[in-house]
């Protein structure tokens, strides 16, 4: 069953909502929903569309393993649960089918500035977290990056609480201004990790002789950052 686009937007006195039967939420069926703080998903196949749930009052929201981050329009994509701002936890469950990548969406949790904590699915091994997915995000601070394999541009920028992250060898990718002004006070970027910038809808690598460049800025303000390792190519 289909809820189509902007179904309930702007209802802001709904509180809760039931969609175990719903199996596919359109774009910006529940946006603006401020009193929603209640929703239960279903345990079959759904997709979740572009700001589906933008600046609703969620507080804590489980996804469910079958559950799909969905954007058929570019100029609409991601945002999913954007500007929730009473949003603290995030439960990712393990997934159905974890042959395939765990994919984030571009500005799914996009000024969620109450976030602190994401669990992300314990059996997902190749986790892609994309343009700025948890921007400006100031609260979170529980984030494993164990099984994070590409983190892509603007990611956690803003994220002034994140003051660990534990790379592993998986990781490929850090894009750019990702850690920007972020907490963190020590890092170890491993061998095969590039910088990466993500410009005209391609994801191209560039070195620094490249116009460019000033894209980068990784870890561009990091104030309280001390330490930096980069290990040694294998």
Same mark, same amino acid.
Do not use: M
């Given at each position: 069953?289909?809820?189509?686009?902007?179904?309930?937007?702007?209802?802001?006195?709904?509180?809760?909502?039931?969609?175990?039967?719903?199996?596919? @939420?359109?774009?910006?069926? /529940?946006? #603006? +929903?401020?009193? *929603? =703080?209640?929703?239960? $998903? &279903?345990?079959?196949?759904?997709?979740?569309?572009?700001?589906?749930?933008?600046?609703?009052?969620?507080?804590?929201?489980?996804?469910?393993?079958?559950?799909?981050?969905?954007?058929?329009?570019?100029?609409?994509?991601?945002?999913?649960?954007?500007?929730?701002?009473?949003?603290?936890?995030?439960?990712?469950?393990?997934?159905?089918?974890?042959?395939?990548?765990?994919?984030?969406?571009?500005?799914?949790?996009?000024?969620?500035?109450?976030?602190?904590?994401?669990?992300?699915?314990?059996?997902?091994?190749?986790?892609? @977290?994309?343009?700025?997915? /948890?921007? #400006? +995000?100031?609260? *979170? =601070?529980?984030?494993? $990056? &164990?099984?994070?394999?590409?983190?892509?541009?603007?990611?956690?920028?803003?994220?002034?609480?994140?003051?660990?992250?534990?790379?592993?060898?998986?990781?490929?990718?850090?894009?750019?201004?990702?850690?920007?002004?972020?907490?963190?006070?020590?890092?170890?970027?491993?061998?095969?990790?590039?910088?990466?910038?993500?410009?005209?809808?391609?994801?191209?690598?560039?070195?620094?002789?490249?116009?460019?460049?000033?894209?980068?800025?990784?870890?561009?303000?990091?104030?309280?950052?001390?330490?930096?390792?980069?290990?040694?190519?294998?």
């Amino acid at each position: 069953t289909y809820i189509g686009d902007n179904a309930f937007k702007n209802c802001s006195k709904l509180e809760s909502i039931n969609l175990e039967y719903i199996t596919n @939420i359109g774009t910006g069926v /529940f946006e #603006n +929903c401020t009193s *929603l =703080k209640e929703v239960t $998903f &279903s345990e079959n196949e759904v997709t979740i569309g572009a700001r589906a749930f933008e600046n609703t009052g969620l507080e804590t929201i489980t996804i469910p393993s079958k559950a799909v981050f969905y954007s058929k329009d570019a100029e609409w994509s991601g945002y999913q649960f954007s500007n929730c701002l009473n949003l603290k936890t995030v439960i990712f469950e393990d997934r159905a089918d974890n042959s395939k990548p765990f994919y984030i969406d571009e500005d799914a949790f996009f000024e969620c500035k109450s976030l602190e904590t994401v669990i992300l699915p314990q059996n997902a091994s190749n986790i892609i @977290i994309d343009n700025s997915a /948890f921007l #400006n +995000c100031k609260n *979170l =601070k529980n984030f494993d $990056f &164990s099984n994070v394999t590409k983190i892509y541009d603007f990611a956690f920028k803003g994220c002034t609480k994140i003051t660990k992250a534990d790379f592993s060898d998986k990781l490929e990718v850090i894009g750019c201004h990702a850690f920007e002004n972020t907490g963190l006070k020590k890092i170890t970027i491993p061998s095969n990790t590039q910088f990466e910038c993500y410009l005209s809808g391609e994801r191209e690598h560039y070195d620094d002789t490249d116009a460019y460049a000033d894209w980068f800025g990784q870890f561009k303000d990091c104030k309280n950052l001390k330490t930096v390792v980069f290990e040694k190519k294998k």
